[in-house]
T-cell receptor, first 107, second 115 residues
Framework: GQNIDQPTEMTATEGAIVQINCTYQ??????LFWYQQHAGEAPTFLSYNVLDGLEEKGRFSSFLSRSKGYSYLLLKELQMKDSASYLC????????FGAGTTVTVRA | SQTIHQWPATLVQPVGSPLSLECTVEGTSNPNLYWYRQAAGRGLQLLFY??????ISSEVPQNLSASRPQDRQFILSSKKLLLSDSGFYLCAWSEKSSSYNSPLHFGNGTRLTVT
């Protein structure tokens, strides 16, 4: 099975940087995925890592260390619209999700 | 491009009534299909997944069932709803990949309230 841990809540100021950590223990790993979920909406795919290292996509970057069972999502130049829950997910063709980290961006 | 349709968006049903939620995918063939549930303030729980027509795997014992009558159609059903069935139900699809690491793409979800 999978055990996925991420912080429950984080608060940051507009324009700042926030790093959301995710640690996992899994019996089957083919990739680590990050999703964004605004309140009342469905999750949307942000990024995924299958190899160790940093993947950058605009203001969002994701890092993976498979040996440590660790990933982080880095959000730069925070905007108010980035206020959402961020979900870490691991697995193969079946993904297991963490409970999500609610990020609140303040002016 | 691929799109996923899920309906209805919201549903209020009495305890003991039946349930049918439908999901269809366009723009792809032979996708993997999934039903997840998200209880209020909690993470996503995988309920069912399907790798092909008529092939359903159940992840959690419950009073729900799923069917895949056509390649791009996935249906979630219940004969008698319980209060604990309330939640946000999400259908998702992914491409089949030899490396098993295709991302999931979610429908807009159905918010079910059992009263």
């Amino acid at each position: 099975g999978q055990n996925i841990d991420q912080p429950t809540e984080m608060t940051a100021t507009e324009g700042a940087i926030v790093q959301i950590n995710c640690t996992y223990q899994t019996s089957g790993f083919n990739g680590l995925f990050w999703y964004q979920q605004h309140a009342g909406e469905a999750p949307t795919f942000l990024s995924y890592n299958v190899l160790d290292g940093l993947e950058e996509k605009g203001r969002f970057s994701s890092f993976l260390s498979r040996s440590k069972g660790y990933s982080y999502l880095l959000l730069k130049e925070l905007q108010m619209k980035d206020s959402a829950s961020y979900l870490c997910a691991v697995g193969d063709y079946k993904l297991s999700f963490g409970a999500g980290t609610t990020v609140t961006v303040r002016a | 491009s691929q799109t996923i349709h899920q309906w209805p968006a919201t549903l209020v049903q009495p305890v003991g009534s039946p349930l049918s939620l439908e999901c269809t995918v366009e723009g792809t063939s032979n996708p993997n299909l999934y039903w997840y549930r998200q209880a209020a303030g909690r993470g996503l729980q995988l309920l069912f997944y399907s790798v092909g027509i008529g092939q359903i795997s159940s992840e959690v014992p419950q009073n729900l069932s799923a069917s895949r009558p056509q390649d791009r159609q996935f249906i979630l059903s219940s004969k008698k709803l319980l209060l604990s069935d309330s939640g946000f139900y999400l259908c998702a699809w992914s491409e089949k990949s030899s490396s098993y690491n295709s991302p999931l793409h979610f429908g807009n979800g159905t918010r079910l309230t059992v009263t």
